[in-house]
Nanobody, 120 residues
């Protein structure tokens, strides 16, 4: 199973950006999917998460500005980021709990990361 993230880049403060992440490989089902980020010198932190039932959870720092969504038919998760701030600058990683067969428990996978830089 591979997660391929895309959509990072340079954006001005106050602007918007959408990140995408698609899972590929042997996939039976995907439970929770999420986005994490890691800024230089900081630990990786949860940004947003969406369950298989589409319940969502957000870090306080992004509530009201970011929206996570998923497309189960495409095994994809998205992060719409609005009103971006310089402190949102980080490498963003997608994450998913994937079942490859009905018999095995879900396993956690990470994407390769995509850099979002917000200029002031």
């Amino acid at each position: 199973v591979q997660l391929q993230a895309s959509g990072g880049g340079l954006v001005q403060a106050g602007g918007s950006r959408t990140l995408s992440c698609a899972a590929s490989g042997r996939i039976f089902s995907i439970n929770a999917m999420g986005w994490y980020r890691q800024a230089p010198g900081n630990q990786r932190e949860l940004v947003a998460q969406i369950t298989g039932g589409s319940d969502t959870n957000y870090a306080d720092s992004v509530k009201g500005r970011f929206t996570i969504s998923r497309d189960n038919a495409k095994n994809a998760v998205y992060l719409q980021m609005n009103s971006l701030k310089p402190e949102d600058t980080a490498v963003y990683y997608c994450n998913a709990d994937v079942k490859v067969t009905t018999l095995l428990s879900p396993r956690n996978y990470w994407g390769q990361g995509t850099l979002v830089t917000v200029s002031s």
